[in-house]
């Protein structure tokens, strides 16, 4: 079908009897595609070799369905179609039935082939990429859906490059673009950040914060409790990766023993361990930990969350909080937590007290005040939460804990070294018009106890911001960091 969306001299009848026989036609290549992925899926790889005409009699077949597909949505979205008839791709899952059966299936077959099926596997990346970057400009009414299938094409890409690594870092940035550009538009969708966890190899750290964003979204991705397990599992080996420095590797081995819960009377010693370095590491890294602080906070918050567990109180606890305020019903108040779990929450507590103590301590060191605008924002949100269930004694404990006198000191002595203060912090004004994100703003958004903070306005430029523009530490940075911090604090007090 050559059908232009811009042509309008189609009546609606005659619309509708295209659209159904597009989809007739689909239907039945698409079946045949099934048939096809399921009886080679099903044959062991020692019993068969796929000869070369059968590859590309699948890739011929898989190409006509993804055509298909195109001509459906085309025609069903065309500008004079009839809203009934524009709901038809919705009603019939279409862009993920073209994902599924058009895509992802025939992928993971010559995936498992590997690697006699190197070239055909990249032949099909490529059809598949140029299909969706059409739809992408064609179809705007599932772009969301596009972007981040085209993110999962870039992926599988860079996966299957092991000869060029130019060529693997060029498609592992392309992936990056465009879960950021997903993001950007759906924040709090977890399993984007997975992906970005993925694509963030080797830092470790980075992968750790992502993995944990992932996972205390507003609508969290519970794979990435599988995923995670990939950069903690090594540090509680015998020889831990080379690449980690000794900071590094301590906070990783926290939370792999928080995860895992074996060995859980090691956390406070690795907790000591951790705390006793990261003075000297904070110092070392100068302005790089800026970035690395806002990845621990995060990193961090995520323990709280018992890594997204759906026992965990603070979990739910936010999740009542942000349907009640939505005007949604909550479910109801769960039991206590198990006994392990109290433990995993105390020493949570712990890990998070004993960071944000010792970087307080760093009174004069402007590098560390990302970590402790991302720390407060938490703090001031649990103290929403406490509020709203003032009996919640683990929520108590936590805020009990705080490090309260050492923030006041904190406080005090960023006061002191401040020239040109803006008065606005003690207005609480944390969100002024014409103002720019922090970098680590672009970290908060979308996280489920953050979901009242950032203003969804304040971002309204993200599609037109560069993903390195959005970190960079511009000259008013630093600035508008300390008066943030400060008008948190003056919220808290």
Not at 60 to 88: C, I, W, Y
Not at 144 to 169: K, S
Not at 327 to 341: N, T
């Amino acid at each position: 079908l050559v059908l232009q969306p811009e042509s309008k001299d189609l009546s609606q009848e005659q619309l509708a009897a295209e659209v159904k026989s597009i989809y007739t036609g689909l239907t039945m290549v698409e079946t045949k595609c099934i048939h096809i992925d399921k009886a080679q899926q099903a044959t062991p790889r020692s019993e068969s070799k796929i000869t070369d005409e059968h590859w590309q009699a699948m890739i011929a077949l898989h190409r006509t369905l993804l055509h298909e597909h195109h001509d459906f949505f085309l025609a069903s979205q065309h500008p004079v179609a009839s809203p009934a008839l524009k709901r038809l791709a919705l009603k019939y899952s279409m862009p993920a039935r073209m994902w599924k059966h058009g895509i992802h299936s025939f992928l993971e077959l010559l995936r498992h082939r590997l690697p006699e099926s190197l070239e055909y596997m990249l032949a099909f990346i490529y059809l598949a990429y140029q299909m969706m970057a059409l739809l992408y400009e064609t179809v705007g009414t599932f772009r969301n859906t596009w972007i981040e299938c085209l993110g999962d094409l870039g992926r599988y890409r860079m996966a299957v490059e092991d000869e060029d690594v130019r060529d693997r870092e060029i498609w592992a940035g392309v992936a990056r673009s465009w879960y950021n550009k997903a993001a950007d538009t759906n924040p709090a969708i977890g399993r984007l950040f997975h992906h970005l966890a993925i694509l963030a190899r080797p830092n470790m750290v980075q992968q750790l914060y992502l993995y944990n964003r992932s996972l205390t979204s507003i609508i969290p991705f519970m794979n990435a409790r599988e995923s995670i397990v990939t950069i903690l599992d090594p540090v509680l080996s015998e020889n831990p990766p080379l690449q980690l420095s000794l900071s590094d590797a301590s906070l990783l081995k926290i939370h792999a023993l928080l995860f895992t819960k074996k060995e859980l009377n090691a956390v406070s010693a690795a907790i000591d361990i951790y705390i006793n370095g990261l003075v000297s590491s904070i110092a070392q890294e100068g302005p790089k930990w800026r970035e690395t602080g806002s990845f621990t906070g995060i990193a961090n918050a995520g323990v709280l969350f018992d890594f997204g567990n759906e026992k965990n109180i603070m979990r739910f606890l936010f999740e009542v909080r942000r349907k009640t305020i939505q005007q949604k019903d909550p479910k109801s108040m769960p039991p206590g937590l198990p006994e392990d779990q109290s433990l995993c929450f105390d020493l949570a507590t712990q890990l998070f007290v004993s960071t944000f103590k010792t970087v307080l301590s760093r009174r004069s060191d402007k590098n560390v005040l990302s970590y402790v605008h991302v720390s407060l924002v938490l703090l001031l949100n649990v103290v929403h939460i406490a509020t709203a269930f003032p009996k919640e004694k683990y929520v108590r404990a936590l805020l009990d804990a705080a490090p309260w006198s050492e923030l006041v000191s904190y406080t005090n002595a960023l006061i002191s070294t401040e020239d040109n203060l803006d008065e606005n912090y003690k207005k609480i004004v944390l969100f002024e018009d014409g103002g720019r994100p922090l970098p680590e703003d672009w970290m908060l958004r979308g996280l489920s106890w953050a979901f009242e903070y950032c203003p969804r306005a304040w971002f309204k430029d993200a599609a037109v911001t560069e993903e390195e523009e959005r970190y960079m530490e511009w000259t008013s940075t630093m600035k508008a960091r300390v008066d943030r911090v400060l008008s948190l604090v003056v919220q808290l007090a």
